[in-house]
T-cell receptor
Framework: GQSLEQPSEVTAVEGAIVQINCTYQ??????LSWYQQHDGGAPTFLSY????GLEETGRFSSFLSRSDSYGYLLLQELQMKDSASYFCAVGAAGNKLTFGGGTRVLVKP | DTGVSQNPRHKITKRGQNVTFRCDPI?????LYWYRQTLGQGPEFLTY????????KSRLLSDRFSAERPKGSFSTLEIQRTEQGDSAMYLC??????????????FGPGTRLTVL
């Protein structure tokens, strides 16, 4: 089976940097992804790591260490619109995703 | 490209009734997924199709749930004899074969089911 753990909630102020950690256990690994979901909205894809290292996409970066079964999402220059839930997900054959429980990020002015 | 659409957006039903949801994926996507999400949790995989073939079904899915994708385009998810525990948001997502290494799935807005 597969399981993922991430913190339930993080609060930060505008302009700050937030790191959301994700540890996983999986019987087969096809990469670690991150999705953002605003309240009442659909999850939207943010980033993907198949290999160790850092992937940068604008203000968001994602890191993976396969040997540690660990990854993180880094949110920089936080904006109010970044208030949302963030999910890590591991992929399996056929792109089936197993999601973590989500981290709710609250950005304060 | 209008994205993934789902209908209805909301469904309220009484326990024991049958319900059916529809998902229209992005037209060029051959993979379609159904997930269920409850408040404060991440989406939970239910089943997925490649074209019209249902390739995997979650062991958590009871036999009251059935899904079809008859022509490899839209899909339906039916829940028979609904129970209060079925109350959740049902999400549909689609992706293409080309996304094999990217795990990028495009989600619809979901159907929120409330079983009274």
């Amino acid at each position: 089976g597969q399981s993922l753990e991430q913190p339930s909630e993080v609060t930060a102020v505008e302009g700050a940097i937030v790191q959301i950690n994700c540890t996983y256990q999986t019987s087969g690994f096809y990469g670690l992804s991150w999705y953002q979901q605003h309240d009442g909205g659909a999850p939207t894809f943010l980033s993907y790591n198949a290999l160790d290292g850092l992937e940068e996409t604008g203000r968001f970066s994602s890191f993976l260490s396969r040997s540690d079964s660990y990854g993180y999402l880094l949110l920089q220059e936080l904006q109010m619109k970044d208030s949302a839930s963030y999910f890590c997900a591991v992929g399996a054959a056929g792109n089936k995703l197993t999601f973590g429980g989500g981290t709710r990020v609250l950005v304060k002015p | 490209d209008t994205g993934v659409s789902q209908n209805p957006r909301h469904k309220i039903t009484k326990r024991g009734q049958n319900v059916t949801f529809r998902c229209d994926p992005i037209s060029e996507h051959n993979r379609l997924y159904w997930y269920r999400q409850t408040l404060g949790q991440g989406p939970e995989f239910l089943t997925y199709f490649q074209n019209e073939a249902q390739l995997e079904k979650s062991r958590l899915l009871s036999d009251r749930f059935s899904a079809e994708r008859p022509k490899g385009s839209f899909s339906t998810l039916e829940i028979q004899r609904t129970e209060q525990g079925d109350s959740a948001m049902y999400l549909c997502a689609s992706s293409s074969d080309l996304a094999e290494t990217y795990n990028e799935q495009f989600f619809g807005p979901g159907t929120r089911l409330t079983v009274l």
